[in-house]
T-cell receptor, first 110, second 114 residues
Framework: EPEVTQTPSHQVTQMGQEVILRCVPI?????FYWYRQILGQKVEFLVS????????KSEIFDDQFSVERPDGSNFTLKIRSTKLEDSAMYFC????????FGPGTRLTVL | AQSVTQPDIHITVSEGASLELRCNYS??????LFWYVQSPGQGLQLLLKYFSGDTLVQGIKGFEAEFKRSQSSFNLRKPSVHWSDAAEYFCAVGERAAGNKLTFGGGTRVLVKP
């Protein structure tokens, strides 16, 4: 059964460093998303991506964040200068209709 | 703006007993509703969805949910719980079937007693 994969599973970084979180969506899916879940809080939408451009983004998704689909298979989330409050689990999802989620990347900012 | 409330943060149920998880949503138009399950260390797995039609929907792992427009609810049920059902369950609402953000509830953690 096809699934969304994410790498790395856990990333530790220093405050102010750039991180890139990687996702491989399901191959025939058209829509791609990033969500995050801060420990003990709700899963929050960050951004959706369709036809090689951002289709919707939340208030959280400020200039520090960017997304890219550099080739036909990968979908990345970049955080330019990480803050302590960026520590969270980041989920990638893809869809034709309902969304399928990857296992997440736990980002720890020290 | 849409919102989802899951009133129960934790539920403990005995193995073999029935389970019902509550979900209330706030959305002005016809909602698209979902239930996801998250086992420890795993991602979010879709259990079932409601887009339109029959208000009682069947999902995987023996789960079902009923959409009640008058109560703005989409409660999840399982007649007989197995130990492997111990997990966190999330209700979510979207504006349309595809390509839209999901708004999640806070989740309900289910503990299954032997």
């Amino acid at each position: 059964e096809p699934e969304v994969t994410q790498t790395p599973s856990h990333q530790v970084t220093q405050m102010g460093q750039e991180v890139i979180l990687r996702c491989v969506p399901i191959s025939n899916h058209l829509y791609f998303y990033w969500y995050r879940q801060i420990l003990g809080q709700k899963v929050e939408f960050l951004v959706s991506f369709y036809n090689n451009e951002i289709s919707e983004k939340s208030e959280i998704f400020d200039d520090q964040f960017s997304v890219e689909r550099p080739d036909g298979s990968n979908f990345t989330l970049k955080i330019r200068s990480t803050k302590l409050e960026d520590s969270a689990m980041y989920f990638c999802a893809s869809s034709v209709s309902e969304q399928f989620f990857g296992p997440g990347t736990r980002l720890t900012v020290l | 703006a849409q919102s989802v409330t899951q009133p129960d943060i934790h539920i403990t149920v005995s193995e073999g007993a029935s389970l019902e998880l509550r979900c209330n949503y706030s959305y002005g138009a016809t909602p698209y509703l979902f239930w996801y399950v998250q086992s420890p260390g795993q991602g979010l797995q879709l259990l079932l969805k409601y887009f339109s039609g029959d208000t009682l929907v069947q999902g995987i792992k023996g789960f079902e949910a009923e959409f009640k427009r008058s109560q703005s609810s989409f409660n999840l049920r399982k007649p007989s719980v197995h130990w492997s059902d111990a997990a966190e369950y999330f209700c979510a609402v979207g504006e349309r079937a595809a390509g839209n953000k999901l708004t999640f509830g806070g989740g309900t953690r289910v503990l299954v007693k032997p």
